[in-house]
């Protein structure tokens, strides 16, 4: 198979590493494992601390590796510390294990994240396709929810019966992406082959500064970066934290993971049409009209009884958010250092979850997780009105295109 051919089949290589990377029956279940084995909210969310500060230190480094050493190589290495992760949670019998595991888990998605998006985007680009970006990335999100409705309610129904089987499951479909990421050409344009002769020591420190230097002169990617991880914080907290507040509402796993399994049904029907919402608000609008939709959600989950519907619109926003934005983002990162850039963009949601997640947790221990749904409502409100002035403030300099 010839060199542009190979590159053409990273797209749909990429869609079944998609559907098996997110085949994690474990997702919808885990704060309820760990609630099982006795672990109270505010040591869950500790447990989640542990998880982004070890991701906030080892994103750069993993993103370098990445653009370094390939891509490639980033996502099956990923996919092995998965495996790994999994094996110890179950294993676990104290809470230091636990982190143990959390942290492998951590370094797991540090070395896929980033990875898969450029080597998509630089296939893309190298065909001279990279405008298609936005379209295939919306397939990749339907795949992706798709795959999550598998994942939800068959880790639900297995975790009814027994916790054990939907994480023996997830290690599994973990092995047959490893084997499956082997597959992938790796494209010419995105690594940086002019560091290949140096100490491994000073490649790290100049991919780096590099990339920090871009982010720090390109305000836009700084800024998009910032919006598009304060907007995942608020999908991702609801995500997990709903778990127990459902489960505390009378709630089974099973059940729970239909929820989910429906919010990813409609995110799968939404996400290969964003382009078209895209074209129709432009990027202008959808910056400003996101976080607001978002914020009157998470108020509807903290004063309703519909918690449920609420959350999946949130889930639909959090969708267009990411493929809007990662799409913005690609354009302006140059191909040698869009890993490591993406790896700053992951690095920012870590920071933020550091502080936010174990918080969240620990209103709920004192007081409920109605009023740490609460807080959330405050926290997004504050944003989307900080959001509206700086973005209309800098429409002329930064959001016209």
């Known amino acids: ?18 559907f ?23 040591k869950l969310g500790l447990l989640e601390g542990i998880f982004h500060i070890t991701s906030f ?46 942290s492998i888990l ?55 019966k027994n916790y054990v089987w939907p994480f023996a499951l997830s290690a599994a479909f973990a092995g047959i992406a490893l084997l499956e990421s ?30 920090f230097k871009i982010v720090k002169n390109t305000k836009k990617i700084s800024l998009l970066i910032v919006f598009a991880e304060v907007m995942s914080v608020f999908g991702t907290s609801l995500f997990y934290y709903l778990q127990n507040y459902w489960k505390d509402s009378g709630l089974n796993e099973f059940r729970i993971g239909v929820i989910f399994a429906v919010s990813s049904l409609i995110n799968a029907f939404v996400a290969p049409n964003v382009h078209k919402i895209e074209k129709l608000f432009k990027e202008h609008l959808l910056l400003i009209f996101l976080p607001i939709v978002t914020c009157i959600c998470i108020w509807g989950i903290s004063f309703t009884r519909y918690s449920y519907i609420f959350f999946i619109a949130v889930e639909i926003f959090e969708t267009i958010m990411y493929i809007v934005t990662s799409d913005y983002l690609n354009k302006l990162i140059p191909s040698e ?25 620990k209103i709920g221990d ?6 740490s ?26 959001y016209n295109r």
């Not at 990273?10 to 079944?16: H, M, S």
């Not at 997110?22 to 909210?41: E, F, H, I, P």
């Not at 990875?115 to 379209?135: F, P, Q, R, V, W």
């Not at 790796?186 to 290949?196: D, F, H, Q, T, Y």
Request: hydrophobic share 50%; charged share 15%.
């Open 337 to 361: 250092n869009r890993s490591t850039i993406l790896s700053f963009q992951s690095m920012v949601f870590s920071f933020f979850m550091i502080f936010i997640f174990p918080l969240i947790g």
């Open 106 to 160: 951590a370094v797991s998605y540090n070395l896929e994240s980033g990875a898969g998006e450029a080597l998509l985007y630089d296939s893309l680009k190298e065909l001279g396709e990279e405008k298609t970006y936005m379209k295939i990335n919306g397939f990749n999100e339907m795949i992706l929810e798709i795959s999550c409705i598998f994942a939800l309610t068959l880790g639900g129904y297995l975790a009814h």
């Open 1 to 18: 198979m010839n060199y542009k051919k190979s590159l053409r089949r990273n797209i749909k290589l990429n869609y079944i590493f998609i």
């Open 57 to 102: 230190f080892m994103e750069v480094p993993t993103g370098a590796v990445a653009d370094i050493y390939g891509r490639k190589v980033s996502r099956t290495l990923g996919r092995a510390f998965f495996i790994i992760s999994n094996i110890v949670l179950v294993l676990s019998t104290n809470f230091y294990l636990f982190a143990l595991s959390f």
């Open 20 to 42: 098996l990377n997110r085949l994690d029956l474990t997702q919808g279940v885990w704060m309820l494992y760990l609630a099982n084995k006795g672990l109270s909210l505010a």
């Open 373 to 398: 749904f609460k807080f959330l409502g405050i926290a997004s409100s504050i944003f989307a009105v900080l959001n509206i002035f700086i973005t209309s403030s800098m429409e002329k300099n930064l």
């Open 366 to 371: 004192i007081f409920t997780l109605s009023t």
């Open 182 to 211: 082997l597959l992938f050409q790796e494209p010419s344009i995105g690594r940086n082959k002019n560091l290949a002769n140096i100490h491994p020591f000073k490649v790290f420190k100049d991919q780096t500064l590099d990339s």
